[in-house]
């Protein structure tokens, strides 16, 4: 009980750093990559857990950027990987008051579309940028986004079938469906901006299932988005 009783005090410091007693603050249940704090009415903290500083440092770097092209999602208030507070990186972000939905969000699509504005730059316009880093453009492109290059999903099937995990006839379901979806992908396309896990645990909506916000970016990257075109379908 000591350790948890010493974050606990950890805690309590960056709630009175912020004008909030902590007796106002309440440890929010869930989350894999971080833990949860209402601190108050106006904010919330989020202290990364062991193995996933990088997805927090990725957070409040796509967080302004989303910010920026005006995507629903809280401020970014403070953010400190100093550990002079509390020994793990933490933000502190505005608190957006809603609840979990449980059917599509009002207003969903509109803002990822507004999302995917953000393009990622064209890497020979700065020879020796950093990989998974823009080469160049706006200043709100966030650096520090993984390129999703997709990888192998067959293979990564055909593994899984061969290992028991999954049958035959779903691993031929999904691997047909890679291939049909493969097609509709535009290799010389712009990477756009991703959410990279738009599910009702990221979302927050209000009594009229609107949408309030999208949370939590730790899955944000940059992908090619398909085909539009009617041609194509």
């Known amino acids: 009980m000591g350790e948890q009783d010493d974050f606990l005090d950890q805690v309590a410091a960056v709630a009175r750093r912020h004008g909030v007693d902590p007796e106002e603050v309440r440890e929010v249940a869930g989350g894999v990559a971080n ?21 927090l440092r990725k957070e409040i770097r796509v967080v302004p950027a989303a ?7 809280p401020a970014v208030i403070e953010y400190d990987a100093d550990r002079r507070l509390i020994d793990a990186p933490y933000v502190v972000m505005q608190r957006v008051h809603g609840t979990e939905p449980t059917d599509v969000p009002e207003g969903l699509a509109e803002q990822l579309a507004r999302l995917h504005h953000l393009k990622h730059p064209d890497p020979a316009a700065r ?3 950093p990989a998974g880093e823009p080469a160049s453009g706006p200043a709100e492109v966030p ?5 999703d290059g997709w990888g192998d999903p067959w293979g990564t099937i055909d593994d899984l079938a061969d290992r028991g995990y999954i049958d035959p006839g779903t691993a ?7 291939t049909r979806l493969a097609r509709r992908v535009d290799a010389g396309g712009p990477k756009v901006l991703i959410h990279g896990d738009v599910a009702a645990h990221n ?10 916000a999208l949370i939590d970016w730790g899955d944000a990257a940059w992908p090619r988005l398909p085909w539009t075109s009617p041609s194509s379908r």
């Open 127 to 129: 020879p020796g940028a």
């Open 67 to 73: 910010r920026s092209v005006g995507v629903l999602t």
């Open 143 to 147: 650096v520090g986004v993984p390129e």
């Open 35 to 55: 833990r949860g704090f209402v601190l108050g009415e106006e904010l919330f903290l989020r202290v990364s857990r062991p193995g996933y500083e990088d997805d």
């Open 172 to 178: 031929t379901w999904l691997t047909d469906w890679f």
């Open 203 to 212: 979302l927050l909506v209000g009594p009229g299932n609107d949408l309030r």
